[in-house]
């Protein structure tokens, strides 16, 4: 059997968008806890949402750029995630995996082979564009990398392709860039922020479609 394409849907801010990452079978949906997005949610409205997702259902992933600790205790007390997605160094985002017991996937912005981590103590890697400093937010832009940079790496975690993907080139970035599974966000909108059903369900169908062009792990489950 080949092995499948993880699926990532991020920046969830509404029923419609989350049930059709549900019923297409997403692996993992996130939730932006950044308020400069335009995919942030609060605290209680993040709980609304989660409420919709199944037992067995795609893991919760929760979203934070440079958190504190209190910021991230405010989600935790008031939903149940199964994973952090962490923009931050490696002594914060391991601080974080320390203090709060979840998995935590950092963030890396890459611009070529060489920025690629060679070593990692997280639980998963997001692999997507480094974005230029003037960049009011550091993800969530449709910024693609150059897909063949990661063809060959020896990744040193659990990874996950992020950035500029849509349905119509999810297929040719996973056959050049070998990802075990992939993250998007801006690609499966109508507008910033709106997540449009159909294009969820065909980036799912497409990514599924796709078989993995490496013999990697299986992609990255939470606990
Ligand atoms: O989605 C956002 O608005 C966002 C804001 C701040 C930090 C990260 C953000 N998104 C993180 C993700 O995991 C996105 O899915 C990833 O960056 C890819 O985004 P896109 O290029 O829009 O598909």
Redesign the pocket.
Known sequence: MSPTIGV?I??LTEPAGLDAAIAHGADWV?F?F?P?????VTPAQAAGLIARVPTGGPRRIG?F?TPTDAAIEAVLDTTTLDGL?I?AGDERAMAIRLRFGLPVWQ?RGVAAAADLPAASRMDGL?I?SRPPASAD????????IDWTITRGWSAPAPWIL????TPDNVAEAVARSAAPAV?????VESAPGRKDPDLIARFIRTARQTAAQSPAASPYQPG
């Open positions: 990532k991020c920046g996130g932006v950044f400069r997005s335009p995919r942030h979203l750029v997605q923009y963030a997001v997507e937010r550091p993800g969530g832009n449709g910024r693609a992020a950035g500029g993907l993250d998007v966000s801006s690609g």
